[in-house]
């Protein structure tokens, strides 16, 4: 059974930084990885979307790489905003066409 | 462009009454549609899954049924609610062979 893990569960940070979110799954036999950012209260927004042979990438500020073989993903948020502040959440689908969730990083950027 | 809708935005029912909450896609024909609950602190459960017009899978038995009675319509229902029926509902569409999800506004349903 596929299991997602998000690292960390919150970071706070102060504006202008750069950020590395991790993703691990426990079952490598996937088709893709997809970013979601989720503002409170709201529904699920699409960041990026790696498909199983590729290795990364890129929108704007936002940089997500996947290594297939170690179950992992990064997200890399580059000169982070206060608009940035959100929850991030990693999802991976397998064969069955269904995605499974991590339980997300709640960030908050502060000026 | 596709874009899904779903609606209400937020519902307040009381414990024993029915439910309906509505999904519909545009501009996308065959899509699978699916159903999530993201209830308070927790991550998202996929609860119903559609691959086409009267095929739903079901992922956790619960109090809740899901019905496709159109291609691009994907309904949510309760006979009688539950106090921990509360939470917030999610659908999404996926597009064959594309696999990438895209995710409704949300519905805020809380059981009183």
């Known amino acids: 059974k596929q299991e997602v893990t998000q690292i960390p569960a919150a970071l706070s940070v102060p504006e202008g930084e750069n950020l590395v979110l991790n993703c691990s799954f426990t079952?490598?036999?996937?088709?893709?990885l997809q970013w979601f950012r989720q503002d409170p209260g709201k529904g699920l927004t699409s960041l990026l979307l790696i498909q199983s042979s590729q290795r990364e990438q890129t929108s704007g500020r936002l940089n997500a790489s996947l290594d297939k073989s170690s179950g992992r993903s990064t997200l890399y948020i580059a000169a982070s905003q206060p608009g940035d502040s959100a929850t991030y959440l990693c999802a991976v689908a397998g064969n069955t066409d269904k995605l499974i969730f991590g339980t997300g990083t709640r960030l908050q950027v502060f000026p | 462009s596709q874009t899904i809708h779903q609606w209400p935005a937020t519902l307040v029912q009381p414990v024993g009454s029915p439910l309906s909450l509505e999904c519909t896609v545009e501009?996308?024909?065959?899509?699978?549609l699916y159903w999530y609950r993201q209830a308070a602190g927790r991550g998202l459960q996929l609860l119903f899954y559609s691959v086409g017009i009267g095929q739903i899978s079901s992922e956790v038995p619960q109090n809740l049924s899901a019905s496709r009675p159109q291609d691009r319509q994907f309904i949510l229902s309760s006979k009688k609610l539950l106090l921990s029926d509360s939470g917030f509902y999610l659908c999404?569409?996926?597009?064959?062979?594309?696999?990438?999800?895209?995710f409704g506004s949300g519905t805020r349903l809380t059981v009183v």
């Open positions: 501009g996308t024909s065959n899509p699978n």
């Open positions: 079952d490598s036999a996937i088709y893709n």
């Open positions: 999404a569409w996926s597009g064959r062979g594309t696999y990438g999800y895209t």
